[in-house]
């Protein structure tokens, strides 16, 4: 019998029990290459289970000494000759659980008697070996559990001081290795029993622009159990996240003033909202500040009559709307009263033209309308009444050609129409009658239903069906140039999704898969077997998040880095249920993940991931240290290497290894100085010991060694600082 294997340095060790005992192997998958790690017997702990994993050139794990009756730590350097030793006897009797590692560091769930079930670490000795904070204070217990890595932090799920049908209620927690860093994530404690709720109050009300990141804060509508349905504002903290104005105060239904449709223009934010005056959807607008949310006009919109899409076109607001005399028409607006108007009455009298779905393409709108003639068809507008008029009658007769999946790519219109001979197939236009045509007849005989479009290194990518189901396709926007990127038919597809270098998309069978274009790069990434399907796919700093129901955990947050085992979930939210993550949105200024979830307890809430990493390197641009040069001496500019190209960070000289001549240099802001004139007679070399320090506290240290190219006292003498 054997216990599950890890992989350290190439070679595979795992526990086995050959009838004398339980030891430590490792193999290089040979026979003669599968030998003991060493001869100590080993009792497995925890239900059976030894914990075994790799931190750094180590293995740690744990064992139970039946003769003390107390669980162990022990660590390997995994060599069959090499040393294995105990890293310390952990107090108590509890059982040890939940090994993750994270900065070369493990972290676990203990019980040791005294501080109940909570969070411990080890860094593989006996000092670096404790318990991280008592989250429960006495002999309570958290207990921790489902301990996830992200970035430099470990999240758990930890019992809260909130109880919830008779117990205490989980909570997300986050840590750092230090007590002060191992912090409760929920941002809005008063609002526990509220409910911070983007949900729609009908799926008319769905809106795809929310939540929205601007002026760095997340825009989103919320329900605090208070207010009712009003525009909330979040800076990604407890204290910065607050309503921007309650619109029509009241706390619940008709006293909600259900804003939607956000939309920027002319640096100010609009979406349509109801103050209760009128009864009608009113046009609002806001600089982000709650004096400065004003109603910009009551535009008479009977209910549900501003529920589609705005768009800003060069300063002005296209948008749809019904009011009752006009029927279902094209609107506009430049943020004023007297500039807001119906732009033009397309199907004449109460009529709709049914103005549907908007897509911008350089300086012109394109839309599908019905003018009650021929049915609908595209349009297009400037914005101006002159400027609105029919592109192409592409159906004759009143059925129209019911054009769809509106897509700009490098300035031109790509869409799906039926032409009433050839099925619906991909078209493209550029507004013109002769510039707009049918691009290719992908499903001969039938309909190939062209739609998520996607630009993915300068090609259109989208889905279309055959016989056997949907495909992924390519056009560069030739008849030639479009084709199909691989025969495998996937039933049906969505989400296609640039992330990183890849081009991800989701199939009818809870399966994920990546492309780089090409049939052989187009391989499925994780299969979540019985599941529902993957939504939400989002790229955050080139890494995939997204939601999943995979039968169990429920709907929760997933992530993966595009391979099998880089595909795990992120924290299970709800452990009662679905948490059903959803509204994910990355704000890479932050580096920051805003997502909308059901932790079982207060509803729907606004919940951040913080995705900062530490700098991994500090390169110095040489600078010239002339001998007997006036002090202080210029040696050059630091930088810093970090995954999270946007991050800020400061310099400093710091004790530790390579430190020797620290006190005779300074920093100051990204310049690293000598402060006394350099003699190379007496000492041709310096060591000095930098750190790099980013916005959020993370940081990487390098020890640095100057080196003399010129010792001749006939040229001046330099050195050039450089990598040790």
């Given at each position: 019998m054997l216990f599950r294997s890890i992989t350290h340095n190439g070679l595979l060790y795992f526990f086995a029990n050959n009838g004398s005992g339980w030891r430590l192997y490792q193999s290089n998958g040979t026979t003669a290459g599968t030998v003991t790690v060493s001869t100590q017997f080993f009792s497995p702990t925890d239900g059976g289970s030894f914990n075994l994993i790799s931190v750094g050139t180590q293995l740690l794990f744990t064992s139970w000494n039946s003769s003390t009756g107390r669980a162990e730590l022990w660590r390997s350097d995994g060599a069959s000759a090499g040393t294995t030793a105990r890293v310390a006897e952990l107090a108590g009797t509890g059982a040890v659980h939940d090994f993750r590692i994270v900065n070369?560091?493990?972290?676990?769930?203990?019980?040791?008697?005294?501080?109940g079930d909570e969070l411990w670490m080890s860094n593989g000795t006996a000092a670096g070996t404790g318990l991280v904070k008592d989250i429960q204070t006495g002999a309570d217990s958290s207990t921790p559990r489902k301990l996830t890595p992200l970035g430099s932090s470990i999240y758990f799920i930890s019992d809260s001081d909130r109880y919830d049908w008779g117990g205490r209620a989980p909570e997300l927690w986050k840590s750092d290795g230090t007590a002060a860093g191992t912090v409760s994530v929920n941002l809005n404690p008063t609002t526990w029993d509220a409910n911070i709720n983007t949900s729609p109050l009908n799926s008319i009300y769905d809106d795809p622009n929310a939540p929205m990141l601007w002026q760095n804060k997340l825009y989103y509508y919320a329900d605090n159990g208070v207010n009712g349905r009003e525009l909330w504002s979040s800076n990604g903290t407890a204290t910065g996240t607050q309503m921007l104005k309650d619109i029509r105060p009241g706390s619940v239904g008709s006293t909600s003033s259900v804003p939607l449709n956000l939309t920027l223009s002319n640096n100010r934010l609009f979406f349509f909202a109801q103050d209760g005056t009128s009864g009608n959807d009113q046009l609002w607008s806001t600089d982000g500040t709650s004096v400065g949310t004003t109603l910009v006009k009551d535009l008479g919109f009977t209910w549900g009559g501003a529920t589609l899409k705005m768009l800003d076109l060069n300063g002005r607001l296209v948008f749809q709307g019904y009011d009752g005399t006009n029927g279902w028409e094209l609107w506009s607006s430049d943020g004023t009263a007297a500039g807001t108007r119906l732009l033009k009455d397309i199907?004449?009298?109460?009529a709709w033209g049914a103005i549907w779905p908007l897509t911008k393409v350089n300086n012109t709108v394109f839309f599908s309308a019905d003018d009650g003639v021929r049915g609908r068809e595209l349009w297009k507008t400037d914005g101006t009444p002159g400027g609105t008029s029919l592109v192409r009658n592409i159906a004759a007769g009143v059925a129209g050609s019911d054009p769809d999946n509106l897509f700009d790519f490098n300035g031109t219109l790509y869409f799906s129409a039926n032409d009433g001979v050839f099925g619906r197939e991909l078209w493209k236009s550029d507004g013109t009658v002769a510039g707009t045509r049918r691009l290719k007849d992908i499903n001969a005989g039938g309909s190939s239903d062209p739609a998520n479009f996607t630009t993915y290194q300068n090609t259109l990518y989208f889905t279309a069906y055959n016989n056997f189901g949907a495909e992924i396709w390519r056009t560069d926007g030739t008849t030639k140039g479009t084709f199909r990127i691989t025969d495998q038919p996937f039933g049906t597809l969505s989400d296609l999704k640039v992330v990183g270098n890849s081009l991800y998309f989701v199939n009818d069978a809870?399966?994920?898969?990546?492309?780089d274009g090409t049939n052989a790069g187009t391989t499925m990434v994780v299969n979540h077997l019985g599941g529902a399907n993957p939504t939400g796919l989002t790229d955050v700093n080139g890494v995939l998040f997204y939601s999943v129901n995979d039968r169990v955990y429920g709907r929760e947050l997933w992530t993966s880095d595009g391979t099998p085992a880089g595909t795990r979930i992120v924290n299970d939210l709800n452990p009662f249920g679905s948490s059903n993550p959803r509204n994910l949105r990355y704000d890479a200024v932050k580096n920051t993940l805003y997502l909308l979830a059901d932790n079982g307890r207060s509803g729907q809430e606004l919940f951040t991931i913080n995705r900062n990493e530490a700098p991994t390197d500090i390169s110095l641009a040489p600078g010239k240290t002339f001998e007997n040069a006036p002090a202080p001496t210029n040696v050059g500019v630091l930088g810093t290497s970090d995954r999270n190209g946007f991050d800020t960070f400061t310099y400093a000289l710091v004790a530790g290894l390579g430190d020797i001549d620290n006190s005779s240099f300074n920093v100051?802001?990204?310049?690293?100085?000598?402060?006394?004139?350099?003699?190379?007679?007496?000492?041709?070399?310096?060591?000095?010991?930098?750190?790099?320090?980013d916005q959020g506290g993370l940081f990487t240290d390098k020890d640095r060694k100057s080196t003399r190219l010129n010792s001749s006292h006939t040229v001046i003498s330099y050195a050039v600082f450089c990598l040790k």
């Open positions: 070369g560091n493990a972290y676990f769930g203990y019980n040791d008697g005294i501080n199907n004449p009298g109460s809870a399966q994920i898969w990546k492309t100051s802001g990204n310049q690293l100085w000598l402060n006394a004139s350099a003699d190379f007679e007496t000492k041709p070399t310096y060591n000095v010991r930098i750190r790099s320090t």
